[in-house]
């Protein structure tokens, strides 16, 4: 599983995570907001059954690290 998130605007490196399983179906991972502000998180990953799963998440308001 791929985790990357990148601020709403433009001109800054993504951050990169990766996932685990931590049981079935469930999974856990960690990003480090490295500024404040609002970021996009796109999650990819492929499922057990071979399915490929995405979503882009919204965080808005994240404060300074």
Avoid at 6 to 15: C, L, R, S, T
Avoid at 35 to 41: E, H, K, N, R, S
Wanted: glycine share 12%; charged share 25%.
């Amino acid at each position: 599983m791929k985790i990357e998130g990148n601020m709403a605007h433009p001109g800054m490196a993504p951050v990169l995570a990766g996932a685990r399983e931590v049981s079935p179906g469930h999974y856990e991972g960690a990003m480090q907001f490295t500024m404040a502000g609002d970021w996009i998180v796109l999650v990819d990953a492929r499922l057990r059954d071979g399915r490929a799963f995405h979503r882009e998440l919204q965080v808005r308001g994240v404060r300074a690290p």
